[in-house]
């Protein structure tokens, strides 16, 4: 079973920023794409950034830019670095990994999630 556990959400202004992580522990043998979702009250779960485990990105197109996604392989560990937040960023931010386990099973999981309430 592998776990992820965000951190790093909070209420910030219209204009600031703010840093998200995800540490994933477990019986990890490989973790493949690392990444980050968002759902808003009422709407969708939606993309925000993947990346895999040599770096590379897939950002959401209206987000490119502003927000940017990092990532420690040694700690298994996934950023989500986002500036100039607008109103509109608020939601729940999901991390999401797709894994190999420690005997070989692949698997998904998912965080419970951080929410990230920007004030106008």
């Known amino acids: 079973q592998v776990q992820l556990v965000e951190s790093g959400g909070g209420l910030v202004q219209a204009g600031g920023s703010l840093r998200l992580s995800c540490a994933a522990s477990?019986?990890?043998?490989?973790?493949?794409?690392m990444g980050w979702y968002r759902q808003a009250p009422g709407q969708q779960r939606e993309l925000v950034a993947t990346?895999?485990?040599?770096?590379?990105?897939n950002y959401a197109d209206a987000l490119k830019g502003r927000f940017t996604i990092s990532r420690d392989n040694a700690k298994n560990t996934v950023y989500l670095q986002m500036n100039s937040l607008k109103p509109e960023d608020t939601a729940g931010y999901y991390c999401n990994a797709v894994f190999v386990t420690a005997w070989g099973a692949p698997g998904v999981s998912w965080g419970r999630g951080t929410q990230v309430t920007v004030s106008s």
């Open positions: 477990g019986s990890i043998r490989s973790i493949n794409t």
């Open positions: 990346i895999t485990s040599v770096g590379g990105t």
